[in-house]
């Protein structure tokens, strides 16, 4: 299949069925691209960072890295990672996240992960209250040893690939992250295909 092109701030979603790969490609550098996804048949069993993390006992995804639903079932299995930088822990960004932390902004429309995903998914049937925390692909988030979050610029360059293998059939959501500060201060656009 031939790549697909997001465009800056944008997102779509799509079914990949169980033995599929998503493979996700930052065409540029330094751009983030969010993924979530539920169960096909199941849309109340959905992509859980928390469950990720506690069976891996690591906030790093990677080559190898089995990704869990809210009920425990592998929904996904990374099997190619040539950046090594993801982040796992920060919910999509919404316009609420502009409003509450970029008053640069002064409350105005700012295009958002969140907004992408629900009306990407939204046709697919799947509610925007199931849209939790994603996947954030490419995104460099790194904790102090007191908790606090730091988000430095990716450390993706053109050309690097994260692939994942679908364990189920899934509904997928996936943007060109529309957070500035995720991208080095530049949203550009993020490549795909599905490969059978």
Same mark, same amino acid.
């Given at each position: ?23 996700? %490609?930052?065409?540029?550098?330094? &751009?983030?691209?969010?993924?979530? +996804? ?20 690591? %906030?790093?995804? #990677? ?15 990374? *099997?190619?990672?040539?950046?090594? &930088?993801?982040?796992? /822990? ?5 316009? &609420? #996240? ?8 002064? !409350? ?17 049937? *799947? ?42 059939? /899934? /509904?997928? !959501? /996936?943007?060109? +992250? ?8 530049? +949203? ?9």
């Amino acid at each position: 299949m031939e790549l697909t092109r997001l465009a800056p701030q944008t997102g779509t979603a799509f079914p990949l069925r169980a033995g599929q790969q998503l493979v996700v %490609i930052d065409p540029t550098g330094e &751009q983030v691209s969010d993924f979530f +996804c539920v169960l096909a048949d199941d849309h109340d069993e959905w992509l859980s960072s928390g469950r990720t993390i506690d069976y891996a006992n690591s %906030i790093a995804v #990677t080559t190898g890295s089995v990704l869990y639903s809210n009920r425990s079932t592998p929904m996904a299995t990374v *099997v190619e990672d040539t950046c090594g &930088q993801h982040d796992f /822990l920060l919910t999509p960004c919404s316009q &609420q #996240t502009f409003d509450l932390l970029y008053p640069e902004f002064g !409350g105005a429309y700012h295009p958002s992960c969140f907004e992408n995903l629900a009306t990407n998914m939204g046709p697919l049937g *799947v509610d925007p209250d199931r849209i939790s925390t994603t996947l954030n692909i490419f995104m460099n988030v790194w904790v102090e040893r007191n908790g606090e979050l730091h988000i430095d610029p990716p450390t993706s360059v053109a050309g690097d690939r994260f692939v994942l293998r679908a364990d189920a059939d /899934l /509904l997928v !959501g /996936l943007t060109a +992250c529309s957070a500035e500060k995720s991208n080095n201060g530049v +949203c550009k656009p993020i490549d795909y295909r599905i490969v059978d």
